[in-house]
């Protein structure tokens, strides 16, 4: 592993993380995949992040016809928002999605909408910037039989609920590894000890379901992969254990939805905010993270905020289930 920009990963296989620079360094990725001089983007952060991923194929000599593919693992807008403006500059390339995000990425209002609400217009216009459609004969849909290959090196798609219903994995056949999104879970390598990561569960509005998630992590883990790569950010190893730890923590983040849902309704998410930094602060100590106070909260606290939101929604949606 080697650094390209600061905050870029090259890795073996022909795979770079590239930084899109959503929210802070090093939080999101685009991981750009080269094979016989052809290329393939998975996924593509934001619309802002689109000249950095233009720039990256002219630093590694190809130009934006050279792009088969832009693989999508769900249409979250720190995924996926800038992939209509990236086709845009790829005249060859088409967009691989799972096949609920299709009319989405096609007529993205829906998805703008939504995405407001969660986090509000004014931070809304300064992360993602504009969403433009994709045209439907641009797009294809992922099925579980779906192979494509880039320049003859296969890959496949597994559906992937649990964050999301429209979340796939992305299986490249030829680095034996698993593009997963947000499935397996967080790392960030700030939270690396002596070469061990440290990976948490995103469980982000609206459709987290923590069997389907369990259910998700283990169906890769089943692969025997030599790595994953993580959306946020970069390669872990081993899987096995992570997958093990992963489970243990969605049951955590389930009890702690669950023990929290006497609260009144309007402190909810803040009490569950507050038992997940407790949790999060335990299981740093326990893996030997000796960052300080101020870092640690810097480095959670986007994804402890919509953690906490995702399991209050979760929580409303198991209290009408039958």
Do not use: C
Not at 196 to 217: E, G, N, Y
């Amino acid at each position: 592993m080697s650094a390209v920009h600061p905050t870029d990963l090259a890795y073996a296989g022909g795979i770079t993380a590239l930084d899109v620079h959503y929210v802070r360094p090093a939080l999101a990725s685009s991981h750009l995949i080269f094979e016989g001089g052809r290329a393939a983007f998975v996924d593509t952060g934001t619309s802002l992040a689109v000249p950095r991923l233009l720039a990256a194929l002219t630093e590694h000599g190809v130009g934006p016809d050279a792009v088969d593919y832009v693989f999508l693992t769900h249409i979250h807008l720190d995924h996926a928002g800038g992939a209509g403006e990236l086709v845009r500059h790829l005249p060859r390339a088409r967009v691989v999605v799972h096949p609920r995000g299709v009319e989405h990425l096609a007529e993205p209002s829906r998805l703008i909408k939504a995405t407001r609400a969660v986090y509000g217009d004014a931070v809304f216009e300064r992360l993602y910037g504009d969403i433009v459609p994709i045209a439907r004969e641009r797009l294809l849909a992922t099925a579980e039989d779906l192979r494509l290959e880039l320049a003859g090196r296969p890959f496949s798609f597994l559906h992937t609920p649990g964050h999301a219903l429209h979340h796939v994995a992305i299986v490249d056949h030829g680095a034996k590894a698993v593009f997963t999104g947000d499935t397996f879970g967080i790392s960030y390598r700030e939270f690396d000890v002596d070469g061990r990561p440290f990976v948490f569960p995103t469980t982000t509005p609206s459709q987290f379901d923590p069997d389907q998630l369990k259910d998700s992590i283990a169906r890769i883990a089943a692969l025997r992969p030599a790595a994953v790569f993580l959306t946020h950010y970069g390669r872990i190893t081993p899987v096995a254990a992570t997958a093990v730890t992963l489970a243990r923590h969605v049951d955590r983040l389930v009890d702690i939805a669950i023990g929290s849902a006497d609260e009144p309704a309007d402190r909810r998410e803040q009490a569950i905010a507050a038992r997940l930094y407790e949790f999060l602060d335990a299981e740093l100590e326990a893996h030997g993270y000796r960052g300080s106070a101020a870092d640690r909260r810097r480095l959670l606290r986007p994804d402890v905020e919509l953690n906490a939101q995702g399991l209050v929604v979760w929580l409303e949606r198991r209290a009408r289930a039958p």
